[in-house]
Structures are given as structure tokens and as C-alpha cells.
């Protein structure tokens, strides 16, 4: 994103009403974010935000602007408009006087290990072990001494159903088991947000069930999440919200059991007579 002058930038989203539940703050705040590949507008100005404990599922046909949205939030896109915060704090971009300028690589890499990002594809060290491929983020990138990181790793491989899985290589690992191993391992870097782009989308369907059981159970520990995916009858009983998009826009948002049992708009209607 080119410069932008400080009065162009949108704020953080704020709670207007003070007798809300939700804090005043979101944790993660999109305002009017913008991203464009050439001509196409993959984004637009697309406004969010996510409180904590929020479990947050965005549905949506293929192309509607669901992943490149969680991988603007993780940085792994550059924005062309807008602004996009964590706990209040701008991500990518610092202040210079009345302008913006990006952030070095070292500084986005700070910001980055407080969001958590679960892909659909693995990504797993194939020369580490389950253990080793979750210590290695706490040791290499936040300096935990190794005993902590190991306790750490095996904690949360238990957590997923895999304490019996530490030693094991990612080839010996089931798809479903080598993405409870990615969950963990994202877990372990202990981050503020927790996001999922489609987890289930490479797994065969009898191993889709032991990744979203996992998701569930993060979401029954008040893990704060946006969770893009297909599932929709995992959306409507694990989320506390559901965004519906198309074509870079939020169509429809609101209570995921509500607003997927009663759909306002004609096309969330369409879009689910079609995949139910």
C-alpha cells in the first residue's frame, strides 16, 4: 500500500452502545480493507471485528474474497486501502509524521506471532518429528528454553489426541493427524487470534471429523478464531457468529445459528439450498 496520510487512515472499530457484553475493543479490527491482484478486487473495503472468545466462520462461494481475507489479517498480503488492527495496533504499516510507511520484514514477523494461521495444506517439517515441528516456533522464534517448549509441545499434542504421536514423522502421520499437528503447533506460539483457512479442505472425508472435533474444543476454551470453511453444519453448532461473503463483500453476518437457520438475504438463502 502506498503512503497514506494519518487522516485517511480508518480507526479501530469501537462499541457504540457502553452497556454492550462485548468489550469496547475488539482484538482484531478490519477497517474498509482494500486488496486488489491487477484489476481484480479480491477485498472490498471490507469492515470487521472480532472480540474475545468469538468464534468467527466465514462462508462463502469459491472466489468471494474468504481466504485472502485471513491472509491479509496474517500479512501474508499486502493491503491496498484500509487498515487492519490488533489489539489496537496497526499491522504492516508504522507512522512517520502525518504518513505510513511498511514495516521491515523483522517487524511484521513480531506481529505475526500473535496471530496464529492453520492453512489447508500441513506445511509440516518432513525432517521433524510431531514434537519438534511444535517446539520449534516457542525455541526458534520466541526464545522458550527447550525443557518449557518440549512441555509445552506435548501438552498440546495431547490436547489433540496425538500423545502418542510425539516421535512420529509426518510421513507416518494420517492427513488428519498431520493437521491436529499443525494446530498444535500454531497453539504453542501462544497468539491472540487463532485463523483457519478451510483446515478440512485437503483431508479425506472420514478424517474431517477429528480436525473440526479439535477446532470445537479450542472454541470450547474460549479461543478467539476466525475460522474460513465449508462445513457449514460445523459453522452453525461451533460458531458464535457467521459472515456470509461473495465478490470481496460482506453480504449477511450475524449469530450463526440464527442467521443460517433464518437467512436475510436471498443469495445466503441460495448459497445454502445449494451446499446443504
Do not use: W
Request: some cysteine; overall charge neutral; hydrophobic content about 40%.
Amino acid at each position: 500500500m502506498p503512503a497514506a496520510h494519518l487522516t485517511d487512515l480508518p480507526p479501530p472499530l469501537d462499541v457504540a452502545d457502553p452497556q454492550a457484553t462485548a468489550p469496547a475493543k475488539p482484538v482484531l479490527s478490519l477497517r474498509n480493507v482494500v486488496k486488489r491482484y491487477g484489476h481484480f478486487e479480491a477485498l472490498r473495503s471490507v469492515s470487521l471485528d472480532v472480540h474475545e472468545g468469538e468464534v468467527v466462520a466465514i462462508i462463502g462461494p469459491s472466489g468471494s474474497g474468504k481466504s485472502t481475507l485471513v491472509r491479509c489479517v496474517h500479512q501474508l498480503e499486502s493491503v491496498e486501502g484500509g487498515a487492519i488492527y490488533l489489539d489496537g495496533e496497526l499491522l504492516g504499516f508504522e507512522r512517520r509524521g502525518q504518513h505510513l510507511r511498511a514495516l521491515s520484514a523483522t517487524a511484521i514477523a513480531r506481529q505475526r506471532r500473535q496471530i496464529g494461521m492453520v492453512f489447508q495444506q500441513f506445511g509440516l517439517f518432513p525432517h521433524m518429528t510431531a514434537e519438534q515441528n511444535v517446539m520449534e516456533g516457542p525455541v526458534h522464534a520466541l526464545g522458550d528454553p527447550e525443557e518449557e517448549a518440549r512441555t509445552r509441545a506435548r501438552r498440546l499434542l495431547s490436547r489433540v489426541g496425538l500423545a502418542d504421536k510425539l516421535d512420529c514423522y509426518p510421513k507416518h502421520l494420517s492427513g488428519g493427524q498431520q493437521q491436529r499437528v499443525a494446530i498444535a503447533r500454531a497453539m504453542a506460539m501462544q497468539p491472540r487470534v487463532m485463523l483457519f483457512d478451510e483446515p478440512t479442505s485437503a483431508l479425506d472425508p472420514e478424517l474431517v471429523s477429528e480436525v473440526l472435533a479439535v477446532v470445537a474444543d479450542l472454541a470450547r476454551l474460549g479461543k478467539t478464531m476466525v475460522l474460513v470453511t465449508h462445513e457449514i453444519g460445523f459453522a452453525r453448532e461451533a460458531a458464535s457468529r457467521v459472515i456470509f461473503m461473495e465478490a470481496g463483500r460482506i453480504v449477511e453476518q450475524g449469530p450463526a445459528r440464527q442467521t443460517l437457520a433464518s437467512p436475510q438475504t436471498e443469495r445466503l438463502r441460495t448459497f445454502l439450498s445449494r451446499v446443504l
